[in-house]
């Protein structure tokens, strides 16, 4: 059964996040800030199949996600070793980050072991879908997730404007 965490309030953006990455360095959700739209999957862990299966998805969709100026980041709520496992087995082309303690899944209201959410932003970090499941891994379909980052460049939310016309 899904459940509704309530996620930050519309004009307000998500809460900052900076994770180990699957690889080295850091996923940074500020570093996209102003230029990507995001969608962030958070999973129950790296050995959940149906999480698994959720992922390989977004691989699936993934150049569709990269034409609208989007990145998937996935957030693993596992030791380092089984997260670079995780990304090398399905060889995810997109940053995989390690939440080893599970703080970043409770700054979004979530416990690490109970719950799997996708989130996707728009470019300057507001949330636009938010979407949390427990064991029944229900989760917006990889189209879904599409169609909403397709509709954030269409009417390029939150401070895009029509440039006036000048007359010479």
Partial sequence: ???????????????????????GGEVRARAYRNRR???????HGAHCRPCRDYLAGALESYADLAEQ????????PAPASEAASLR????????VAVDE??????????????DAAVMVTDRYG???LWTVARDDH?????EEITAELRYLVMT?????????WQDR
């Fill in 156 to 164: 390029c939310s939150a401070g895009c404007a029509v440039p006036l």
């Fill in 88 to 95: 090398r087995s399905l060889a995810l082309p997109f940053p």
């Fill in 69 to 76: 100026d989007a990145e998937v980041i996935a957030v693993v």
């Fill in 138 to 142: 229900a989760l917006p379909t990889h």
């Fill in 126 to 128: 507001e949330p636009r």
């Fill in 101 to 114: 303690s599970g703080a970043a899944f409770r700054r979004f209201g979530l416990e690490p072991a109970r």
């Fill in 37 to 43: 739209s995001l969608a962030v999957i958070f999973v």
């Fill in 1 to 23: 059964m899904s459940t509704s965490v309530e996620p930050p309030r519309d004009g307000l953006l998500i809460p900052g996040f900076a994770l180990p990455r699957v690889g």
